[in-house]
Structure formats: C-alpha cells, structure tokens
C-alpha cells in the first residue's frame, strides 16, 4: 500500500492559500520540501507595530492581527502564523515554519522547517523539526521529534511491507489529525503516527503506528529501601 499524505490529514482551510504546493496524493515527507517554496510564494510581510519589547522578529515573518504573543520570543522568517494562534514565552521559531488556525506554540519550544495544522498543540518543552503535525495533534510536555540520525545518513520510513527510501537527510515525523504523543516521549527519525494514533508518555517510538492505535513500552520499576 503506498502511503499518501490525505491518509494522515487534510489541509485545513486556513491554509487554503497554500494549498498547491502541498500535494495530498504525494508521500506526506515530500511536504516537508514544499514548505519553503510555499513560503516563498508570500508577497513581503509589512511592519507590525505594538509588539511586546522582547519579541525579536527576523526576515519575513507574517502574523495575523490576532496571534497572541508573549512577553518575550524569537521569530525569525519565513514563517506564517494563522489567526487565533498562541506564542508563549521563549519559544523560538527558526525558520520555514507554518502554523495554522488555534495553534499553541508553546513555552520554551523550538520550531524548524515544520508544517502545524488547525488547533496543533505544542505547549511546553519540545523540539519539533523537519515535522508535520496534523489538526489537533498535540504533543505532551518535552516530547521532541528527532530529526536527524546519528550516523548523518538519510532517513528512512519502515513499514511492515516495504522500506521508503525518503532521501532526506533531516526528518523529524509525520502525525495524523488528532495524534497525541505523552510527555517526554521521543519519536526518532522518519516516524509515521496515524490518525488518532497514540505513543505513551516516556516512549521511545521509531516506525509507523497505524491510525487508533497506541504504542506504549512499559518496564518494571524497582523499589529499593534508602540507606543513609
């Protein structure tokens, strides 16, 4: 079965202005190439007065009127932030990043090269690169998409029945509409998540988990008696 980015989620219609680059009967990692040319199709982003003192703006960086911005972030351009969505304190967005309608980019996060869909979640701790988070998807405190191996070679995805080789050598992963992932779980390289699929706090997840689906790894936890 050959897998296709409408099989994990659907543009919303916030992004509509973008919706010829980003192909859904493609691949859902060949996205990852088309935000940058989505991006650069934007005509140049206007000044934005009234902005907190703090908030550092770099490049072509375009804002609705209503997201809301913290005290203090960095946002360096391209990137497009849709209407509704919410900055918190210290997040920093480095370029070639897209965030739909409702987004949470949240506190202390980082965000490259990655497309967030309607109503993403990402409120505390993460690190999301070279990824794509479909409607709804959240992410729980300190979740990271891990986006490079460690041997530097290209990234592949693996499913039961066949090997994708992506050519890519930065991809972080691909989450279906609505997929959550727990707190402090790490998802490595080329990981493929499911519509409503769901990895368990504190897993260490690799692979393709099918939609409704829950990975969990669970160990014994040993209770020792404390010696001074």
């Known amino acids: 079965m050959h897998m296709t980015a409408s099989d994990y989620f659907a543009l919303p219609a916030s992004l509509a202005s973008f919706a010829g680059f980003f192909d859904p009967a493609a691949e859902p990692w060949a996205w ?5 040319v989505a991006l ?8 934005r007065s009234g902005l907190p003192a703090s908030v550092r703006i770099e490049g072509e960086v375009h804002l609705a009127e209503d997201v809301r911005l913290p005290a203090y972030c960095t946002l360096i351009g391209p990137c497009w932030i849709g209407p509704g969505t919410e900055i918190r304190p210290g997040a920093y967005v480095r370029g070639n990043v897209i965030a739909g309608a409702g987004a949470v980019l949240g506190n202390s996060c980082e965000f490259k090269n990655c497309l967030l869909m309607d109503g993403v ?3 505390h701790f993460s690190y999301v690169g070279d990824s794509i988070l479909g409607n709804r998807a959240h ?3 300190g979740a990271v998409c891990s ?9 592949a995805v693996r499913t039961a029945e066949r090997v994708y080789e992506t050519g890519l050598r930065k991809f972080g992963a691909i989450l279906g509409d ?4 727990g707190c402090n ?16 706090p504190g897993t260490v997840f690799s692979g393709v988990l099918p939609a409704d ?10 209770h020792l008696p404390r010696r001074d």
Do not use: C, F, H
């Not at 650069?40 to 000044?47: D, F, K, Q, R, Y």
């Not at 986006?147 to 990234?155: A, F, I, M, S, T």
């Not at 609505?178 to 992932?181: I, N, S």
């Not at 779980?185 to 368990?200: E, I, K, Q």
């Open 147 to 155: 986006n490079l191996r460690l041997d530097q070679k290209p990234v």
């Open 32 to 36: 990852l190439k088309a935000i940058p």
């Open 178 to 181: 609505a997929a959550e992932v």
């Open 121 to 123: 979640q990402v409120p």
């Open 213 to 222: 689906t829950i990975a969990r790894q669970r160990g014994a936890v040993s």
């Open 40 to 47: 650069a199709s934007l005509p140049e982003a206007g000044a």
């Open 185 to 200: 779980a790490v998802l490595n390289p080329g990981s493929v998540l499911g519509r409503r699929a769901l990895v368990a």
């Open 139 to 141: 992410l729980g405190a």
